[in-house]
């Protein structure tokens, strides 16, 4: 079994930057972890993921080149720089892990709120 808890979340100026957190515990060795966010009305939409050696990373195009996923394993927490935040970034997002390149992602986090005001 696997437990996700984000944190980081709050409210930003547009053009500001966050940093979330998602810890990681119970069998986490080899797994994919993404961040997803999910705006009030609107379906939820993958941000980014990470690979368990950090080395493979994928990127929303609506965040690239502003947004950075990585991964501490010693910590089990996986961080979710964003930066140059614009108001439609604002969101509830989700950590979640699946094992295997493919496949859905069986664990979720609870979620943080990311608001950014304009």
């Known amino acids: 079994q696997v437990q996700l808890v984000e944190s980081g979340g709050g409210l930003v100026q547009a053009g500001g930057s966050l940093r979330l957190s998602c810890v990681a515990s119970?069998?986490?060795?080899?797994?994919?972890t993404a961040w997803f966010r999910q705006a009030p009305g609107k379906e939820r939409e993958f941000v980014a993921n990470?690979?368990?050696?950090?080395?493979?990373?994928t990127y929303a195009d609506s965040v690239k080149d502003r947004f950075t996923i990585s991964r501490a394993n010693a910590k089990n927490t996986i961080y979710l720089q964003m930066n140059s935040l614009k108001p439609e970034d604002t969101a509830v997002y989700y950590c979640a892990l699946k094992y295997g390149i493919a496949g859905r992602y069986d664990y979720w986090g609870q979620g943080t709120q990311v608001t950014v005001s304009s």
């Open positions: 119970g069998r986490t060795f080899g797994s994919y």
């Open positions: 990470i690979n368990w050696g950090g080395g493979s990373t």
